[in-house]
């Protein structure tokens, strides 16, 4: 099923072979001020390619939410250039970025941030809530990402009857849900027992082979290790994995 719903402009055009990076990160550092001032991430270059399932790793304190926050256009780096889709953020103001937040980026947390007492489906809808479209628009297309998932049978069930497995597949539902140009997954296992975890991870294969990109931050190797490329961070730098 198709729906009107705007997509998100191509990041390059005909005349144009070679498509603009989805994320571009320069010489970027996050300094949190105090006494002493914390180094958390130091002279971070990374690009990320449309359709790439980056994972980025590291141990507690290396740096990972820091980055993530920066990623998501939730925090600003101290310095340094960050170009989501080709388009410097730096300059831009807060109401700029959260509207470039809600369009271009879908977040999968660790734990799920579902709505207790809505539906699966009214979950997957609050979050086009924003979007200038009709009420049956943003049903056709919360009913699509929830096939896409593997959840058509449970769109009438509350969150609390579900296993976490289903409830973290609600949430990346809900995050495809805008067709964000990265979704950005900080430790999508890590409230998951062995057996919902690779039910998580076998959805990003299939998402990453039908063209999403996908980073995904996590201490976990064997999370790392399921994506196309890896990365490491520690003390706030990074390097291949
Ligand atoms: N708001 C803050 N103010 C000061 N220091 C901070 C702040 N947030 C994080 N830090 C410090 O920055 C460093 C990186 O923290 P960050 O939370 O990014 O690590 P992490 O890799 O996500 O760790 P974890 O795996 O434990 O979540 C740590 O030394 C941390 O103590
Ligand atoms: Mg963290």
Do not use: C, W
């Not at 103001?93 to 007492?117: C, K, M, N, P, Y």
């Not at 049978?153 to 805008?178: C, D, W």
């Not at 991870?201 to 299939?206: A, S, V």
């Not at 082979?209 to 490491?232: F, K, M, N, Y």
């Amino acid at each position: 099923m198709t729906t009107d719903l705007p997509l998100v402009p191509p990041a390059s055009d005909a005349n144009d072979p070679a498509p603009l990076p989805v994320v571009e990160l320069i010489d970027v550092h996050r300094s949190y001020p105090g006494t002493p001032e914390v180094l958390a991430v130091r002279g971070v270059d990374l690009r990320i390619e449309p359709g790439e399932y980056l994972s980025i790793v590291g141990p507690s304190g290396s740096g990972k939410s820091t980055l993530l926050h920066l990623l998501g256009l939730l925090d600003r780096p101290t310095s340094g250039v960050y170009r989501l889709d080709g388009q410097d953020v730096a300059e831009l103001g807060e109401a700029a970025r959260s509207g470039l937040r809600g369009r271009r980026i879908g977040f999968v947390f660790q734990t799920f941030h579902l709505i207790g007492g809505r539906t699966v489906l009214d979950n997957v809808m609050l979050s086009m809530l924003y979007q200038a479209v009709p009420r049956a628009v943003r049903k056709a297309r919360a009913v699509e990402v929830l096939e896409q998932v593997g959840l058509s049978g449970r769109q009438h069930f509350l969150p609390t009857k579900l296993s976490g497995g289903e409830r973290q597949r609600v949430a990346i539902a809900r995050a495809l849900a805008g067709r964000p140009s990265l979704l950005l997954a900080d430790e999508p296992t890590g409230n998951l027992d062995h057996q919902n975890a690779s039910g998580v991870l076998d959805l990003f294969d299939t998402l990453h082979a039908d063209g999403l990109t996908l980073a995904v931050i996590t201490h976990d190797d064997q999370v790392s290790r399921r994506a196309e490329r890896r990365v490491r961070i520690s003390d706030g730098e990074l390097s291949p994995a």
